[in-house]
């Protein structure tokens, strides 16, 4: 740990030096991120940015995105954060930013010229940084990020694989599913794969069948504390994992997984199933650019309430508020989310456009299954347009205990109980 910390500030001194050097350059405007299949799309577009506007834009990339974010809170605290940026993280964490003084609040510039900006983007990836008025963090209603792509998660399904074991098209009931899994199962063939090793991808997958099985009132009502995790309805949530656990669904070894390895297994048709976000229509087509594979939802467990997916802003960039070259920052972002700018964005990285006009021309050239993934759009929510999220503790010890429900550690009530006890300690720390 000592040694992350050295290694850690000896980064931001490297930085340091280089963003002294950056700012004494009034024409030059620098973006760090994260997305390692977008890189050379963003070099060349700004490259084209240079050549009309004659400001340059140095992009520059650091990744795996869990080392992105902690060179993100470490260079706030050494105040030399770049231009433009990006947050990997909760609400919460974006608040503390823009209560800082590190993020810029964009909403003039999105409604100006009769909201000419904001309306040509998708809401609901719009929506991924803008804060509403009587929000829980205290945050000054506006836009304060500016989505360069959508994206969301569904399950994905091998077409071939599924006419192995006489499937014409998967279900989309749980309980069908599960009879699908059976059919693959005795032809033998593994049903599914998840990255998780991961826990978001856990977490969202439990979240999906949570608002399926009791709406999402009683969803942030647990998060609140009026509700316990021992509740009938959570405790079905818990419960469907066990049951995919007993009906052998999962691949060997799924809670260890890392998502790029879970990736490869569907790509190389090692299992029928997967369940991961639509950026995986660029991976796998590297992978395996023969792939027959469709998009889904995943299936209903429950009729009570309309099943939701993850969803939204793929990435979202923020302009540094301190920083001399502001307006120059939020030129480029405007200019990179107009329509031209995003059709090559997406058919360079087989991703989905944040603006609304470049949606047709990119569908007629993409692989269509990113189409598909589209059409699931209609169905997303996110943390981060939540009214409030579950403390980041109690949500490790939600996603853990569903670990061990599926390596057998825990019954479903066991996991449960363990959530709530965390909870209960969290909720009393709160009320001192």
Not at 131 to 157: C, D, R, S, W
Not at 250 to 263: C, H, L, M, P, S
Not at 330 to 352: D, G, H, M, P, Y
Not at 413 to 432: C, E, F, I, L
């Amino acid at each position: 740990m000592q040694r992350l910390k050295i290694l850690c500030c000896c980064l931001v001194v490297v930085l340091f030096a280089g963003c002294s050097q950056h700012s004494q350059s009034g024409n030059t405007i620098l973006l760090w991120h994260w997305m390692t299949d977008s890189h050379d799309t963003l070099v060349k577009l700004a490259e084209e940015y240079q050549k009309e506007s004659g400001v340059q834009v140095t992009v520059r990339l650091f990744a795996p995105s869990d080392a992105y974010s902690r060179m993100i809170i470490a260079s706030a605290q050494a105040n030399v954060l770049p231009d433009i940026f990006g947050i990997l993280s909760v609400k919460s964490i974006v608040a503390d930013f823009i209560k800082a003084g590190l993020v810029a609040d964009l909403t003039d510039e999105m409604k100006a010229n009769g909201a000419s900006w904001a309306n040509s983007l998708f809401d609901k990836a719009l929506a991924d940084k803008r804060f509403e008025a009587g929000n829980i963090y205290g945050i000054k209603p506006g836009i304060y990020g500016v989505p360069i792509n959508m994206t969301n998660q569904q399950m994905l399904y091998n077409k071939k694989l599924l006419a192995k074991a006489g499937i014409s098209s998967p279900a989309v009931t749980f309980d069908g599913f599960i009879k699908d899994t059976q059919a693959l199962r005795r032809v033998g063939i593994t049903p599914f794969v998840s990255g998780w090793g991961e826990l978001w991808l856990i977490n969202c997958f439990a979240s999906n069948y949570a608002f399926n099985i009791m709406g999402e009132k009683k969803v942030f009502a647990t998060f609140r504390g009026e509700v316990k995790y021992t509740d009938p309805d959570w405790i079905k949530v818990f419960t469907i994992f066990a049951s995919l656990r007993d009906k052998g669904v999962f691949i060997d070894g799924i809670v260890t997984k890392g998502n790029k390895y879970a990736e490869q297994d569907f790509a190389l048709e090692r299992v029928a199933f997967a369940f991961n976000g639509s950026w995986s229509v660029n991976v796998y087509r590297d992978m395996n650019p023969s792939l027959e594979y469709g998009v889904m939802l995943p299936p209903a467990f429950s009729k009570a309430h309309s099943l939701k997916i993850w969803g939204g802003a793929g990435a979202s960039l923020l302009v540094h508020a301190g920083s001399p070259n502001k307006d120059k920052a939020i030129a480029f972002l405007k200019w990179l989310t107009a329509r031209q700018q995003q059709v090559s964005l997406s058919r360079e990285t087989n991703t989905l456009p944040s603006n609304k006009e470049a949606m047709p021309p990119v569908l007629a050239f993409v692989d269509p299954v990113l189409g598909e993934f589209f059409k699931g759009m209609e169905h997303t929510t996110h943390p981060t347009i939540w009214p409030l999220n579950e403390d980041p503790l109690v949500m490790e010890v939600f996603d853990r205990g569903i670990q061990a429900i599926i390596i057998g550690e825990k019954t479903p009530a066991q996991a449960a109980r363990d959530v709530q006890r965390v909870k209960d300690r969290q909720m009393a720390k709160g009320n001192k």
